[in-house]
């Protein structure tokens, strides 16, 4: 199962993406997190529907000093697991 989720509120510049990198990295998914350019943080990840659970739980609490308002959640196909390598943020220095 693969699940993309834009999570948008208070999640750039507070530590957001390395929480849902650590997050899901101890669940074992394979995927990506990135910022978007108009303020958000994306994220797609690849695993069980119970790690996925796990992660969504995750996602909606949030790293300290962030502020998830909405997470909009949509399932792609599993033709893009092909794609996707062991869990890894995106577009980090």
Do not use: C
């Not at 609490?61 to 869990?87: C, H, K, N, T």
């Amino acid at each position: 199962m693969i699940q993309h989720y834009l999570v948008k509120g208070r999640v750039q510049g507070v530590g957001f993406r390395w929480f849902v990198h650590r997050e899901a990295a101890e669940l074992g998914l394979r995927g990506w997190v990135r910022n978007t350019d108009d303020g958000h943080v994306e994220v797609v990840a690849s695993g069980d529907p119970e790690q996925l659970a796990e992660l969504k739980i995750a996602i909606y609490r949030g790293s300290r000093g962030s502020r998830v308002d909405v997470v909009i959640e949509d399932e792609l196909a599993e033709s893009e697991d092909a794609q996707l390598g062991p869990f890894e943020i995106e577009g980090a220095w």
